[in-house]
C-alpha cells in the first residue's frame, strides 16, 4: 500500500510526457493516457489522505482535458462530501446525472429504462439536499426577515385563505349577522367622528371610541378587507391595552371580542407569542368559552406545538362535548399528523352533530379518500353538494377524487367549476394543471397541453401569491420546458418571489428545496458547458 510512491510514480510519466511533446502537437491518444495517469495519481492520493492533492487532479482532468470524465467527477464528489462542502458534492451529482441523460436520451426520450444504471443513485441527491437545506433555510430566512423589517412589511394571508379560516368557526354567522346589522363602514366612522374630542378624552368616551373601532374591524372583515380590519382592531386595542377597567365601561361583551379580534390578526401574521397572550387573557376573563380554546390551539399547531394543541382541544371538549370546531380543527391536526383513524373518528362526530356542515363533510371524504374508500368519500361530497351545490371547495374536493381514480378529465372539468364559482381560490387552478399534465396528450399536442397547464399555474400565482404549491408546480413546469439556461434561471427568480412571501422556515421548506436543487442543476450544466437540460 505505498499509495505516495505509486502516486510519485505516475508524475514521472507526466513529467516524461511533458518534457517530449509540445503542448500544441499532442495528440488524441497522448491526451487519453496523460487523463489515465492524472486519474491514477489522484486515486492514490485519495487513499494515501491527501484529498486536497486528490481533488485538484481531478479538477484538471475536468477543466483541461475531459469534462465528462464519470470517474474524476465521482471521485470528486466523494472528496467534496467527506469535506463536508454538501452545495458543491450535489453540483457533481447534478452533473452527473446530466451526462447520463445526454448519454442515453434517445432511450429517455422513448420512456425505455436505459441498460446501465446512473453512475450515482437519486438516493444520493436526496441525502445531500437534506444536508445543503438547513444552512440555505438559515441564510434565506434572515434575508426575508431583513428585508420584511426594513420595509415595514406586514404579509397577510391571501382573502380567500382568511375567509376560509375565518368561516371554520362556528361563531362564523352570528359576527356576520351583528356586522350586517351595524352597517357600513361610512356609517360607522361618522358615528366616530361624532364623539367627543377632548385633549384628555374621560375613559367612557374612550370605551365608546374602542367599541365603535370593534364594529368597524368587523365590518371591514365582513367586506372581505383584511388589512384594513387588522389596523382598525389594532386601533382598538391601543385603546385599551392594559386597562382592564375598560370591561366594564364597553357595551356588552365588546372588550373580550376586541381582545379576541386582536388575537385573531396577530395569528394572521405568525406573531405567535401575541396571539397566545391575548387569547389566554380571553380565556381568563370568560373560562367556559370553549372556541378561544380551539383557537389557541390552532396557534400552537402552527408554532409546531402539537401536543401543546392536543391538550387544548382536549380542555376544549371536556369543556363541551359537542365543540364541533374543536373536533373539526383537531381532526386538521390528526391529518397533519397523519393519523387519519382519530381524524375520522372526530369528523364523523362533527358530522353526526351537525349533519349540514359542509366542510366537516368535505374533509372527511379527503381522508376516506386517503383510506382508499372511494364511495364512502363520494357519499360525503354528495351530501356536502346537497347543502351547498354553488360551494367552490366541494367542486374541488369532487375533482381531488376523480383524480385519485386517474379520471383526469372529469377532474378538470371539477376543478374548472370551482375556479367559475370562486376565482380566488387557487387549489383548482393547480389540481386543473396537474389533471392536464397526467392525462395522456394527443400526438403532437404536448407542447399545446403543457401551455395550457401553464396558464393554470401563472394564475394560481397571481390570484394568491403566498400560495407554495403553485410556485412548485409551476417551477418544475417551466424547468422541464427550458429550451437554454437563461429559461432555467428565469425558474430561479421565480422561486425567489415564491419565498419572498414565506412568514416561517417551515414555510419556505419545499420551495428553498426545489431552489436549491434548481440552482445546483444549472451550475452543473454550466460547468459542463452544456445550454440546455433538454434532451431533444
Not at 372583515?221 to 370591561?247: H, I, W
Amino acid at each position: 500500500k505505498q499509495f505516495l510512491e505509486a502516486a510519485e510514480a505516475f508524475t514521472e510519466a507526466l513529467t516524461m510526457i511533458y518534457g517530449q511533446t509540445e503542448p500544441d502537437s499532442v495528440s488524441t491518444s497522448l491526451n487519453k493516457q496523460i487523463v489515465t495517469l492524472i486519474n491514477n495519481r489522484s486515486a492514490m492520493y485519495e487513499k494515501a489522505s491527501l484529498p486536497e492533492l486528490a481533488l485538484e487532479d481531478c479538477n484538471k482532468i475536468l477543466d483541461v482535458y475531459d469534462k465528462t470524465h464519470v470517474k474524476a467527477r465521482t471521485r470528486k464528489l466523494r472528496i467534496l462530501e467527506s469535506n463536508h462542502d454538501y452545495y458543491q458534492a450535489l453540483v457533481e451529482v447534478c452533473a452527473l446525472q446530466l451526462l447520463y441523460m445526454q448519454q442515453n436520451r434517445d432511450q429517455l426520450r422513448l420512456g425505455i429504462q436505459p441498460a446501465t444504471p446512473p453512475p450515482v443513485p437519486q438516493s444520493k441527491l436526496e441525502e445531500l439536499l437534506q444536508k445543503v437545506l438547513p444552512e440555505r433555510l438559515d441564510e434565506l430566512a434572515a434575508v426575508v426577515n431583513s428585508k420584511n423589517q426594513k420595509q415595514g412589511a406586514v404579509i397577510l394571508p391571501s382573502d380567500y385563505t382568511l375567509t376560509q379560516l375565518l368561516k371554520s368557526y362556528t361563531g362564523y354567522n352570528a359576527w356576520m349577522a351583528k356586522a350586517a346589522r351595524d352597517g357600513s363602514v361610512d356609517k360607522l366612522q361618522k358615528e366616530l367622528e361624532a364623539l367627543p374630542k377632548e385633549a384628555v378624552p374621560d375613559p367612557a368616551t374612550v370605551a365608546a371610541r374602542a367599541s365603535l373601532l370593534l364594529k368597524i374591524g368587523r365590518r371591514y372583515a365582513y367586506d372581505g378587507k383584511f388589512s384594513d380590519s387588522r389596523n382598525t382592531f389594532l386601533q382598538g386595542y391601543e385603546l385599551v391595552k392594559g386597562k382592564p377597567d375598560m370591561k366594564k365601561l364597553m357595551k356588552d361583551d365588546d372588550y373580550v371580542r376586541l381582545l379576541e379580534w386582536v388575537g385573531m390578526v396577530k395569528h394572521w401574521i405568525y406573531d405567535l407569542d401575541g396571539a397566545t397572550a391575548l387569547y389566554q387573557e380571553c380565556s381568563e376573563l370568560e373560562p367556559i368559552n370553549a372556541e378561544l380554546l380551539v383557537k389557541k390551539a390552532g396557534v400552537a399547531m402552527d408554532a409546531g406545538k402539537h401536543d401543546i394543541a392536543l391538550k387544548l382541544f382536549d380542555k376544549a371538549l371536556i369543556m363541551d362535548p359537542d365543540a364541533v370546531d374543536a373536533l373539526l380543527h383537531r381532526a386538521n391536526l390528526r391529518m397533519l399528523q397523519a393519523n387519519v383513524v382519530d381524524a375520522q373518528v372526530d369528523l364523523e362526530k362533527c358530522v353526526k352533530l351537525r349533519p349540514n356542515h359542509v366542510l366537516a363533510h368535505l374533509r372527511l371524504a379527503a381522508v376516506l379518500t386517503s383510506r382508499n374508500d372511494p364511495l364512502g368519500a363520494k357519499s360525503h361530497l354528495d351530501k356536502a353538494a346537497r347543502v351547498d351545490p354553488d360551494s367552490s371547495e366541494v367542486h374541488s374536493y369532487k375533482g381531488e377524487l376523480l383524480f385519485t381514480q386517474n379520471e383526469f378529465m372529469e377532474a378538470k372539468e371539477h376543478f374548472e367549476k370551482a375556479i367559475q364559482l370562486e376565482p380566488k381560490n387557487p387549489t383548482p387552478y393547480v389540481n386543473a394543471a396537474l389533471a392536464l399534465l397526467n392525462s395522456p396528450p394527443e400526438p403532437g399536442k404536448q407542447l399545446e397541453v403543457a401551455q395550457e397547464a401553464l396558464r393554470f399555474l401563472e394564475k394560481a400565482v397571481e390570484v394568491d401569491p403566498q400560495f407554495q404549491a403553485a410556485y412548485i408546480q409551476l417551477g418544475q413546469l417551466k424547468l422541464g420546458m427550458a429550451q437554454d439556461l437563461s429559461s432555467a434561471r428565469d425558474v430561479l427568480a421565480l422561486y425567489e418571489k415564491g419565498l419572498s412571501y414565506c412568514r416561517t422556515k417551515d414555510e419556505m421548506r419545499d420551495l428553498c428545496s426545489m431552489k436549491v436543487l434548481t440552482q445546483a442543476q444549472v451550475d452543473a450544466a454550466t460547468s459542463l458547458k452544456m445550454e440546455t437540460f433538454s434532451l431533444q
